[in-house]
């Protein structure tokens, strides 16, 4: 059974850079599909930040792609989400996500990681 | 940037039929998921590909499109359908995009 786990900092600076990472297991990353993260702030609704093929193609959300870094370690199957000078409103619950095709949806999600944005 | 619009908030009764609708320009040329999220938990695809219901999803469940709004239709409701639900588009020219949600009440 396929098993993503978020992991990084809980807390994060303003202004300071959000490094997540997503290990998978039960699934070789070099397979193929889509690799993606996505969002929720506290209270609100989904939003979808980013996704990563197998051969290192990404696709970004356009309203954060200025700040946004993906990229994935076949060798330790994992892929990873940088995000550059946050604020508060990036406070939020980050989950790593798997899709099929772009066009199926994200058929397993990790249970996600809450990342707070505070001096 | 794309848009997708649902009623912030349903409520039906147990044994009756939700419909719940997303609305987004030209939404029928593109691809539409449904996904079902449960307090504390992580969101569940529950159609995909406008009307296709993935494996261990209720019959109960269905999808459809027509012009620019797609609905997620849940026959026979239960007390445990009680959840948010999210529309999700995709077409190849864009990118993925989240409805704002509807929370579903049964009582």
């Known amino acids: 059974q396929v098993r993503l786990q978020e992991s990084g900092p809980g807390l994060v600076q303003p202004s300071a850079t959000l490094s997540l990472t997503c290990t998978v297991s039960?699934?070789?990353?070099?397979?193929?599909?889509?690799w993606g993260w996505i969002r929720q702030p506290p209270g609100k609704g989904l939003e979808w930040i980013g996704n990563?093929?197998?051969?290192?193609?990404?696709y970004h959300n356009p309203s954060l792609q200025s700040r946004v870094t993906m990229s994935i370690d076949t060798s330790k199957n994992q892929f990873s989400l940088t995000l550059n000078s946050v604020t508060a409103a990036d406070t939020a619950m980050y989950y790593c996500?798997?899709?099929?095709?772009?066009?199926?949806?994200?058929?397993?999600w990790g249970q996600g990681t809450l990342v707070t944005v505070s001096s | 940037s794309y848009e997708l619009t649902q009623p912030p908030s349903l409520s039906v009764s147990p044994g009756l039929t939700a419909s719940i609708t997303c609305s987004g320009d030209?939404?029928?040329?593109?691809?539409v998921c449904w996904y079902q999220q449960k307090p504390g938990q992580s969101p569940v695809l529950v159609i995909y590909?406008?009307?296709k219901r993935p494996s261990g999803i209720p019959e109960r469940f269905s999808g459809s499109t027509s012009g620019n709004t797609a609905t997620l239709t849940i026959s026979e409701t239960q007390a445990i359908d009680e959840a948010d639900y999210y529309c999700?588009?995709?077409?190849?020219?864009?990118?993925?995009?989240f409805g704002g949600g509807t929370k579903l009440t049964v009582l």
């Open positions: 590909q406008d009307t």
């Open positions: 996500a798997r899709a099929l095709l772009a066009s199926d949806g994200v058929d397993t």
């Open positions: 990563t093929f197998h051969t290192g193609l990404t």
């Open positions: 999700q588009a995709w077409d190849s020219s864009t990118v993925w995009v």
């Open positions: 030209k939404l029928g040329e593109k691809y």
């Open positions: 039960g699934y070789s990353i070099n397979t193929g599909y889509y």
